[in-house]
């Protein structure tokens, strides 16, 4: 950030008065611009013993596979982003049975959340986001082909529960050291 979208004039980093980090802050007009994490929503979507999967047509991580989801938009609840990047990006209607996964991702600055679904029907296609969409079992998922960790932590996840039926809430974090990433649970995690 170089201005103030309040004045136009220039920011510069510094802690405000009473604050404990560093934000920008105007030096014509003092406006503090706060920024903070976005929220990435998405659904695991599952057919009997498979998983949808959609292969991205965007960058980043293009012609890799990923569940379907993206940014929450502005007016809208994590359920309702969840159920619309499902539509946008495989056409699929899902019923959405609950959160099922919260990674915090504090090197990009998001919280990724993910909604354990069933696919309503076996209408999907690809979406303008997606160059394909297909019915995954679990031996079959394109695991070297996978876009992010917060997909592959989440299907090791599900794979896991699928076995005793249980779908408990997964709350951690995926963390950077050096090139190599970790997740680390959270407390509901270790409890």
């Known amino acids: 950030m170089n201005f103030c979208s309040h004045c136009g004039e220039t920011v510069i980093l510094k802690i ?17 611009h706060y920024q903070n994490p976005k929220v990435v929503t998405g659904c695991l979507p599952v057919w ?23 940014f929450m938009e502005l007016g809208e609840t994590t359920v309702e982003a969840a159920a619309r990047e499902t539509m946008e990006e ?18 990009v ?28 079992t679990k031996q079959d998922i394109p695991w070297d082909s996978l876009a992010f960790g917060t997909i592959r932590q989440t299907l090791d996840f599900f794979f896991e529960d699928q076995q005793t039926g249980d779908y408990p809430l997964h709350v951690g974090d995926i963390v950077k050291h050096g090139d190599n990433y970790s997740f680390r649970p959270g407390p509901a995690e270790t409890a």
């Open 16 to 32: 405000p008065e009473d604050d404990n980090r560093q934000r920008y802050v105007c030096l014509s007009c003092e406006m503090i």
């Open 48 to 70: 009997e013993d498979k998983i949808l999967l959609c292969k991205r047509a965007i960058e980043p991580r293009y012609g890799l596979w990923t569940l379907p989801a993206g």
């Open 90 to 107: 495989a056409n699929a209607r899902v019923n959405i049975q609950g959160l099922y996964v919260v990674i915090n991702l504090p090197q």
């Open 109 to 136: 600055d998001q919280v990724f959340m993910m909604f354990r679904s069933q696919l309503l029907d076996l209408d999907f296609s690809p979406g303008v986001e997606s160059l394909a969409v297909e019915l995954y």
